[in-house]
């Protein structure tokens, strides 16, 4: 029988999903929380099966008692939830397990089971989270800065004269920005690419030059041409990560 897998990474403001047919990455991209149950009927419905097993790892409460609702309606459908039916084993020195986030945890998991260790995982999302595991796979702490649109748009916010509502560009239109809104830009992308490249450095320094990076979530791709020091960019790196978990957890 092949297995088809519906994995989704629900995030503060945002949700990824991935299709697999036979451990297969049939569809991957972003889409709105309330769309999720007609993709689901739909990703059931195509190909002419009728189960489709779904993974689910949130840092939402809200959405995922929605999702556990309305997927729970839809016949065919079995809900592995990360964190309840479907466990996210790691090995950690974490002072509060249960506080950590779920998309945390599951980015670990499978950075542990995917890349040589020592590794620094950096999350771009609403916020950005830097998590070093060691080389005997150890989860040791991490850190939270908030996100590079969430500064872009707090500084309008915030700022009566500068524009609101920004979003994050994939490039600027120059080093030196030469209007308002050019100069929020390059702020951002040049100072979070300076920030990363910077903590890079201070992690390499206190826990080894072989430390290997590896950046996801959806700007990483906006901040790797500003960082030098990323060796690893894989905005897919979350889904892949669940559909390990739900291979080696699921029963």
């Not at 479907?86 to 998991?109: E, F, Q, S, T, W």
């Not at 771009?124 to 872009?152: C, H, N, Q, R, S």
Request: charged share 20%; with cysteine.
């Amino acid at each position: 029988m092949i297995k088809r897998i519906l994995a989704m990474d629900i995030g503060n403001t945002a949700a990824t999903v991935g299709f697999y047919e036979g451990g297969r990455l049939i569809d991957f991209g972003s889409i709105f929380y309330n769309d999720i149950p007609k993709y689901a009927i739909k990703m059931l419905e195509s190909g002419g099966y009728n189960y489709l097993d779904v993974i689910i790892s949130s840092v939402f409460p809200e959405i995922t008692s929605f999702l556990n609702k309305e997927l729970s309606k839809i016949n065919g459908i079995k809900i592995w939830l990360c964190g309840s039916n479907l466990p996210v084993k790691i090995r950690h020195n974490y002072n509060n397990y249960n506080a950590l986030g779920c998309d945390r945890k599951v980015n670990i998991y499978g950075a542990t089971r995917m890349y040589k260790l020592p590794i620094l995982i950096i999350d771009y999302g609403t916020a950005i989270t830097f998590d070093y595991v060691d080389a005997k796979g150890v989860f040791k702490g991490g850190m939270i800065v908030p996100g590079p649109e969430t500064a872009l748009r707090a500084l309008g916010q915030r700022a009566a004269l500068l524009p609101k509502n920004l979003r994050l560009p994939r490039r600027t239109a120059s080093f030196l920005g030469r209007n308002t809104r050019e100069c929020m830009e390059s702020g951002i992308l040049e100072g979070y690419g300076a920030m990363t490249d910077e903590l890079i450095r201070r992690f390499r320094s206190r826990y080894g030059e072989n430390l290997r990076v590896l950046a996801t979530g959806g700007f990483a791709g906006h901040i790797r041409p500003y960082a030098k020091n990323i060796q690893i960019v894989d905005p897919k790196h979350s889904i892949k990560s669940l559909l390990a978990l739900w291979r080696e957890q699921a029963k």
